[in-house]
């Protein structure tokens, strides 16, 4: 365990899916050595008694579940909305990672985008989205690692790194093919780059090319066929609302029919331990 600490926080809204999210962050703890921290929101005009009570049953949570998992558990309410607020908290605490529980894309979030997302794009922390509780709590055997055109997939490098460092994974590299001699340069230019500092790391890799198609339906196919452990990507860069509307391909990811954990990187994001890894890290 580190000196210096970090904090892995769990939104809990006290549902089967938040619940699922506190074993795999156990799980993930138990690896790097950080401590749980339960994150409940609440309007901001809740009243003072049932604020009371919101904090004393989300303490007993903890404390039940921390005697549990014999690991240090936290508990803290921020008031806010879940798009805002979570951000907030876990950038303000430079929380090592997120792990957040979701019911994947249902009903009037078809029409919105994937509530999950909108959560997670305002954070300069990574988040793990879940669905399903881990099957084992061992390592995380295999990553998918998708690789296409967008220079925002040199962030999620250093994420790969953390996990295969921290977890012993094998990294498979998914690369989107295109007729495009442009795209495909710059393509071929993030696959050297990834594979540069995944040797550097000694971390096991595979290159794996799959053919022009859905590239977000390709991976999660690839993902699937393998029985990943996780499926590693980064969100794109300003996304609009358009985006929320017409379905930016990462909320088809993050809600898989699979359940694969899924890994979001933004842009930009803060790193609490990889950095140490990545000597010569530059843009």
């Not at 809600?255 to 609490?272: L, M």
Request: with cysteine; proline share 4%; hydrophobic share 40%.
């Amino acid at each position: 365990m580190e000196d210096n600490q970090k904090i892995i926080v769990v939104p809990w809204d006290f549902t089967p899916v938040a619940e699922n999210a506190l074993e795999h962050a156990v799980k993930i703890s138990r690896m790097v050595g950080d401590s749980i921290s339960l994150l409940h929101i609440v309007d901001p005009g809740i009243k003072k008694n049932v604020l009371g009570e919101k904090k004393i049953l989300l303490q007993h949570v903890a404390d039940e579940n921390g005697r549990k998992y014999n690991i240090k558990i936290t508990s803290h309410i921020a008031k806010g909305t879940i798009f805002t607020s979570i951000a907030e908290f876990v950038n303000e605490k430079d929380a090592s990672l997120v792990v957040m529980g979701t019911h994947g894309i249902k009903g009037m979030q078809k029409l919105t985008g994937s509530w999950a997302l909108k959560v997670l794009v305002r954070s300069k922390v990574p988040f793990i989205v879940v669905q399903d509780p881990p099957p084992d709590h061992g390592r995380y055997h295999n990553i998918v690692f998708p690789v296409d055109f967008r220079r925002e997939n040199k962030e999620k490098t250093k994420m790969a790194i953390y996990m295969g460092k921290y977890f012993d994974s094998k990294v498979h590299i998914l690369v989107a093919s295109t007729s495009d001699k442009s795209l495909s340069k710059r393509t071929k230019i993030n696959l050297s780059f990834s594979i540069k500092y995944l040797i550097q790391n000694n971390i096991e890799y595979e290159v794996h090319e799959v053919p022009k198609g859905n590239f977000a339906q390709q991976t999660i196919d690839f993902a699937q066929k393998m029985n990943a452990d996780l499926i590693l990507i980064v969100t794109t860069k300003n996304i609009s609302f358009a985006d929320y509307m017409l379905g930016a391909s990462e909320q088809y990811i993050i809600a898989n029919s699979s359940k694969i954990p899924v890994c979001c990187v933004n842009p930009r994001a803060s790193f609490t331990k990889s950095s140490q890894f990545m000597g010569g890290w530059g843009d």
